[in-house]
């Protein structure tokens, strides 16, 4: 089974078996919503050469999110949108040069174009905390900070549920609190399924 297939199927099997599927009868939709629920997997593989980024890792990641508007509609014409605040909780499973996992926490901040009927195009950029365990001797520390940025679009295939898919750029370094400190960065491709409330 293929890694598209897989993904193909969380994504089918998040949407049918979610609680919140089950709440047609209090339809929200975009322009209205206060929060968003979100499980987003996919892959990701380091650019070795981009920066000082030696090693090669590829992860299979699932991350789950929470966003909370901060804002109504703002602006005109095709920049109209809305401000939100994401909080993520990722699962990096490195499959390659290991099998470990690397997890933590983000915040980052997003502005969601609202101009469209049933797409809402996205950007978002923030960073976080990771534990990683990969045993590199080039990584000198296992508490490491990463940040992120990215943009994605999401289809509303429902007044309350949307599918996504999502690029990101992702670094991973110690910050310099200890050494060898080889970044690992990288680039995310990642499909999802989003609950609007």
């Known amino acids: 089974m293929t890694i598209t297939r897989i993904l193909l199927s969380a994504v089918l099997a998040a949407v049918l078996l979610s609680p919140c599927a089950s709440h047609a009868a209090d339809p929200v939709n975009l322009k209205t919503a206060k929060y968003e629920y979100s499980f987003l997997s996919g892959y990701g593989i380091t650019h070795r050469g981009f920066g000082e980024t030696r090693t090669q890792v590829q992860t299979f990641d699932n991350i789950g999110r929470f966003g909370w508007f901060l804002s109504r509609e703002i602006g005109s014409g095709w920049y109209k949108g809305r401000h939100e605040l994401l909080v993520e909780l990722p699962l990096h499973l ?80 110690n910050a310099g609190t200890a050494t060898p400190n080889e970044p690992l960065n990288s680039s995310k491709i990642l499909l999802g399924v989003a609950f609007f409330r």
């Not at 980052?108 to 990969?134: E, M, Q, R």
């Not at 994605?152 to 007044?159: D, H, L, P």
């Open 94 to 173: 490195v499959v390659d040069p290991k099998v470990s996992p690397m997890v933590g926490g983000y915040l980052l901040g997003s502005w969601k174009f609202t101009s469209l009927d049933n797409w809402a195009p996205y950007v978002f950029a923030g960073g976080g905390i990771l534990y990683v365990d990969l045993g590199l001797p080039t990584m000198g520390s296992r508490l490491d900070f990463s940040y992120q940025g990215g943009t994605g679009v999401q289809y509303f295939i429902a007044k309350n549920t949307a599918i996504s898919l999502e690029y990101r750029y992702h670094h991973i370094s």
